[in-house]
């Protein structure tokens, strides 16, 4: 590489033992919030400002840095334990490196550096590597052992790219190509070896696992933005009111403060203008309440525990696979509950990836058809070919078609051919640990289906060495010299190997996506291709995964020139991918078709439920597969995505530019004039796209439409000047299938959806490429399946199967969302109402800056009084139950429309504050106005007032969070009455003579309480004031919730009526008959293709060839009763329907 690293060493952590604390405090002090109140700090210590003591900002200052330096620290550390198997070594794995010299790994399984593989134990024996943690791939290809000898290697510099290598070792005037296939990466896993050599290569940081660890981008949610937002405004706003009391003050100085000399003499040098400057920070300090400090720490703190419900939630727990949810961030919780767009992968992700051989095309015959026809009893009754003829077969295997055994024994060349392509064109690794079983380790399970297939047709993949590759076919063991191996990769979108075989014969085997393989076929295949095409359509038809086999024999002449200039190619440094790609377009042509395949991957359980159920919600739902089109379509059937009910399926699926925009124009979408319920909405009109808006609203739409486009016409449409042209169309269609595209072209959607939408967007998927669109969307999800760990590790939240997307998003993030909206109205309410009785008491004190509370009263309303009630109400509160919400998914809408909180709920928050607090003040001023005792002693004092408006405010603020809160437990009766109950002894105990005589400058108010709380005149205020404040908002929701009831107050509603009588319904019998449409994705499926329901007629608008089944209105895609729910639970007390005719319902806080 041209330099080494002094060190292996890795750091994973952000901090130290050293640097933790200055480090995290910089951190904290970049907040506004946090910096603003260290400001406030220093001007307190100026005695000429301030008229609060120190402690009132040092006490909750000092506890919000110390929460958050605790999760900070926590944090680090969860993360650093997980990196940390990847850079230790455990007894007894033992590694000697050393840098630039040799590396010796003895029973190892994870190398610390990036060592360059030169041999292992015994020769010719393969040394296998796994990356579970990094790439799709379970296991690596096999490299050729290097001799170790004296030489050189010339390599390429540190980068991230984990599917390339290139360098070139020389050694005694011999090149020898280094690739992927010759390095082990630093976290991969060694099996079949004792022990291997390696020259590091990179060490520490400059590995590719650490140069792929790049700074994560942080994501904020939009209510974080819009916080940022308020913030701001409320600093405007304290400064409006600071200039407000500052000129009351300079005005009060002249006109009426010579009169107070007297007794408060003025300082000199003090006039009336330097008295309102330095009145104005004073109040900067007294009023800093209307900032909150402890907003972001109580903020952490939710989401915290909104995240450990995902963590505990047993109904997200997938058993099959001992895998429960995870929330790998704490900082997104309620912006589940906002989600309008979920973009997925099919494979993996819909479907179970787990794939079975199905049918097969073989020179234009289709074999498996009598699959098809007992679909009903499959697996039943249906006789399955017996393997007993092949001792080596796989009986887990099942196949139904005898006639393509019978072929096999009647020495058909074609079908050898077929599944001898089968048996060699891999990288499939083979364990015999006993004799006669088999066990395979494929890079893809398509491979390791395809492969036991051929092992079960008696083609059995026995082995491999780097030079050759064993299978026994029909009882025959053969070896076949392995020559070259043309890998697969995203844009090839095949593979070929070229082998001799052991009568001398060299031949070239190629499979991969039939699109690919038929453009290099020779010219006389034309007929054959036709009827391959038919039967791939079919295929394809039915929901099934297809590939097309070819082969090519060489000439020995020819292939040595190639081969020649094969080594040549892969030993440069520059250019090597291009000229490899060359030398494998010129072999890869003049193929002769052996036939297709046809692969089976079942959707995953409660798929189209979860669908249907997401649609409820109006979360829109694009596919992004890299599958036929056919293929997608079906899948789309098969999950509820597309219906026999939608008014059309528009195509897209043109080769240039112009077509695809006259494709897209075409699209019969009509749209409703403008709805005035919906004043957003903005109409984007094609011929106004040379300036593009920065936000494209959504349009009402006559009608469900569904949208199909291919990869090629995808990459016409993301280009700029048609990229609004796509995004309406698609936007105005109720289901969106991208087919046949790229990792790239699935961010670049999403990142389309997230420039020109106000819309949360979310990424699901399963496999590294769906990695690209996971850290694209907002939100990226992670389902742990069968292709590895990286989507997971690069997502916000993972787990085991799609149909948890529906509780994740409805359940989990609806009640997060709700609750951190109602946290931030009441946490905004009692701070600004508390502040804003500082400011009418400004007018009555000469605006001299004394404050209206005790100051230990000021210290410790947010930090005792009323933290744990908000906070109790911020994790426990909902306002129906799960059931409920999966029964009512519309529930979720008003989260997609920031209906719950926005800078409108802001306001009226704000205004809500000004009126508490203007009841607040006055009530209790008029109360104690010239008031005195029953025995005619005097209590109207400053310290008795200050007593009885601290005991309204707190009081009055407690029962508003009563208001607020839907849900009472334990803890909440706890948290609330508890709260009122620590005010009084509080009060009590600072306000008695024993704390006076021990601390008497903190502890003014001796006998405030005792002397204040026995007067029944005092209680009547308390009394009267609490109502005056809550009074008007009880009045306001009653005449809401009367007269513009939310779909939340008509579930509330319907769930507080009783059920209707349960009356028993005649169960009617009718006719059926058989459907050809089979596509089995989940058990329990077969008794429904007898149903009639089962049957669609031919769509008329559809423009291709395929013509896919639906279903009439009332389908149930499970195959359960009417009274199945996404629960689990039975539904025969089933609540009252409501009825939602309209989104305008939503249209109010």
């Not at 390339?164 to 070896?193: E, H, M, P, V, W």
């Not at 040549?568 to 036939?595: F, H, N, P, Q, W």
Request: aromatic residues 12%.
């Amino acid at each position: 590489p041209g330099h080494s690293t002094e060190t292996n060493a890795i750091k994973t952590s952000k901090y130290n033992t050293f640097n933790f604390l200055p480090l995290n405090l910089f951190e904290q002090f970049q907040r506004i919030a946090n910096a603003y109140f260290l400001i406030l700090l220093l001007l307190q210590v100026i005695p000429a400002i301030s008229s609060l003591s120190w402690f009132t900002t040092v006490v909750p200052l000092v506890l919000v840095l110390s929460v958050t330096a605790a999760k900070d620290a926590t944090d680090d550390i969860v993360s650093m334990k997980r990196t940390l198997p990847l850079g230790l070594t455990h007894p007894p794995y033992h590694y000697i490196w050393a840098l630039p010299t040799l590396l010796t790994s003895v029973f190892g399984p994870f190398p610390p550096s990036l060592p360059l593989y030169l041999g292992l134990t015994h020769p010719p024996y393969l040394c296998i590597w796994a990356l579970p943690t990094l790439l799709t791939s379970v296991f690596g290809p096999y490299p050729p052992s290097l001799p170790l000898y004296l030489g050189e290697v010339s390599c390429e510099p540190p980068n991230n790219r984990l599917d390339r290598f290139t360098g070139t070792l020389t050694n005694a005037g011999q090149k020898y190509s280094l690739d992927n296939d010759k390095i082990l990466l630093r976290g991969c896993t060694l099996r079949n070896t004792e022990w291997c050599f390696g020259l590091v290569l990179f060490g520490g940081p400059e590995t590719k696992l650490m140069q792929n660890c790049g700074k994560t981008t942080f994501k904020r949610t939009s209510i974080d933005r819009l916080m940022n937002v308020l913030v701001l405004c409320i600093f405007g706003f304290l400064a409006f009111m600071c200039t407000i009391l500052a000129i009351g003050n300079r005005i009060w100085e002249q006109l009426w403060g010579s009169e107070f000399t007297a007794f408060l003499p003025r300082q000199g040098g003090v006039d009336a203008p330097f008295s309102g400057f330095l009145t104005f920070w004073s109040y900067v300090i007294i009023l800093n309440t209307v900032v909150p400090i402890s907003l972001y720490v109580s903020v952490e703190v939710i989401r915290l525990g909104n995240s450990f419900y995902i963590d505990w939630d047993r109904k997200m727990y997938h058993a099959h696979s001992d895998t429960p949810a995870k929330a790998r961030t704490t900082t997104l919780n309620e912006e589940l509950g906002q989600i309008k767009y979920v973009f997925s992968d099919k494979t993996g992700t819909l479907t179970q990836n787990i794939m079975t051989f199905n049918k097969c095309s073989i020179n234009g015959k289709s074999y498996g058809e009598v699959q098809m026809v007992h679909r009903k009893s499959y697996g039943d009754n249906t006789e399955t070919v017996d393997w007993s003829f092949n001792p080596l077969a796989d009986h887990h295997f099942s196949f139904h078609d005898h006639s393509l055994v019978e072929a096999l024994k009647l020495e058909s060349p074609e079908v050898q051919s077929f599944f001898r392509l089968l048996a060699l064109c891999h990288t499939v690794m083979a364990e015999e640990k006993i004799e006669g079983e088999l066990l395979y380790q494929a890079q893809s399970p398509d491979e390791g289906a395809l492969v036991t297939a051929a092992r079960n047709f008696g083609f059995v993949f026995r082995s491999r060495t780097p030079e050759s590759v064993t299978i026994v076919e029909m009882g025959e063991q053969h070896s076949y010299e392995l020559l070259a191996i043309l890998d697969f990769n995203n844009v090839r979108k095949r593979m070929s190997v070229i082998v001799r075989s052991p009568e001398g014969k060299l031949c070239l085997y190629c499979k991969g996506a039939d699109t690919m393989v038929y453009e290099r076929l020779h010219q006389s295949c034309t007929k054959l291709m036709d009827v391959t095409t038919e039967h791939l359509n079919e295929f394809a038809g039915e929901g099934l995964r297809t590939l097309a086999l070819a082969y090519k024999d060489l000439d020995e002449e020819y292939f040595s020139s190639w081969k020649q200039r094969h080594h040549e190619a892969s030993t440069a440094l520059e250019d090597r991918e291009d000229k490899l790609d060359v030398l494998y377009e010129e072999i890869e042509k003049d193929l002769m078709l052996l036939g297709a395949t046809a692969i089976e991957d079942k959707l995953q359980d409660g798929v189209p439920q979860t669908i249907e159920q997401l649609a409820k919600a109006d979360i829109k739902i694009w596919v992004l597969t890299g599958d036929k089109q056919e293929t997608a379509e079906n899948i789309g059937y098969s999950c509820n995505m597309l219906r026999e009910e939608m008014n059309d399926i528009f195509i897209v699926s043109a080769n240039n530019s112009d077509d695809v925009r006259q494709e897209l124009r075409s699209e019969g979408v009509t749209s409703e004039p403008h709805n005035p319920a919906r004043l957003n909405t903005n109409t984007i009109c094609p011929g106004f796209s040379s300036y593009p808006p920065k936000v494209v609203r959504d349009e009402e739409v006559n009608g469900d439409y569904g949208l199909v486009i291919n990869g090629h016409s995808l990459a016409y449409a993301l280009e700029r000047s048609m990229e609004l042209l796509f995004l309406r169309t698609a936007c105005l269609c109720k289901t969106v299938i991208c087919c046949r595209v790229t990792p790239l072209q699935k961010a670049q959607v999403v990142e389309l959806v997230k420039k020109y939408k106000q819309a949360v967007t979310l990424a699901i998927g399963d496999g590294a490429n769906d990695v690209s669109m996971i850290k694209a969307a907002h939100i990226g999800v992670g389902i742990s399946g069968q292709e590895g760990m990286q989507a997971v590790l690069s997502s916000d939240y993972s787990f085991a199967q799609f149909r948890f997307l529906e509780r994740l998003l409805l359940v989990h993030g609806r009640w997060s969302y709700l609750r951190m909206c109602k946290f931030l109205r009441y946490f905004f309410y009692k701070n600004f109402t508390f502040t804003f009785v500082h400011f009418w008491y400004g007018f009555f004190c000469g605006f001299s800056a004394q404050t209206v509370y005790d100051e230990w009263f000021i210290t410790l309303y947010n930090l005792v009084y009323t933290a744990l009630p908000v906070l109790g109400m911020s994790l426990f509160d909902q306002d129906v139950n799960d059931m409920w919400s999966f029964q009512h998914p519309q529930l979720y809408v008003p989260g997609q429309m920031n209906q719950y909180f926005s800078k409108t709920a802001f306001f009226k928050c704000a205004l809500h504050s000004i009126y508490s607090s203007v009841v607040l003040f006055f009530i209790p001023y008029a109360a104690m106005y010239d008031t005195v005792r029953d025995d005619g002693q005097d209590i109207a004092d400053y310290q008795s007032f200050a007593l009885l408006a601290q005991t309204c405010l707190v009081i009055t603020v407690c029962i508003q969070l009563c208001l607020d809160m839907s849900y009472w437990t334990a803890v909440n009766h706890f948290f609330v009455w508890g709260s009122l109950v620590m005010f009084f002894t509080v009060t009590f105990t600072m306000y008695s003579n024993g704390t006076y005589l021990i601390i008497p400058a903190s502890f003014p108010f001796i006998g405030t309480a005792r002397n204040s709380l026995n007067q029944p005149n005092v209680w009547l205020t308390i009394l009267l004031t609490s109502i005056l404040c809550v009074l008007p908002v009880v009045a306001y929701r009653f005449l809401l919730i009367q007269l513009r009831p939310t779909i939340n107050d008509k579930v509330r509603q319907a769930k507080a009526a009783p059920p209707p009588l349960a009356h028993r319904v005649r169960i009617r019998h009718t006719s059926t008959r058989r459907s050809g449409y089979a596509f089995s994705h989940a058990a329990g499926y077969g008794d429904l293709v007898t149903s009639n329901r089962f049957l669609r007629r031919p769509a008329v608008t559809l423009t291709t060839a395929f013509t896919p089944l639906g279903r009439t209105t009332g389908f149930s895609p499970t195959g359960r009763s009417a009274g199945y729910s996404p629960t689990g639970n039975a539904l025969n007390s089933r609540p009252q329907d409501v009825e939602v005719t309209s989104l305008q319902m939503y249209h109010r806080m």
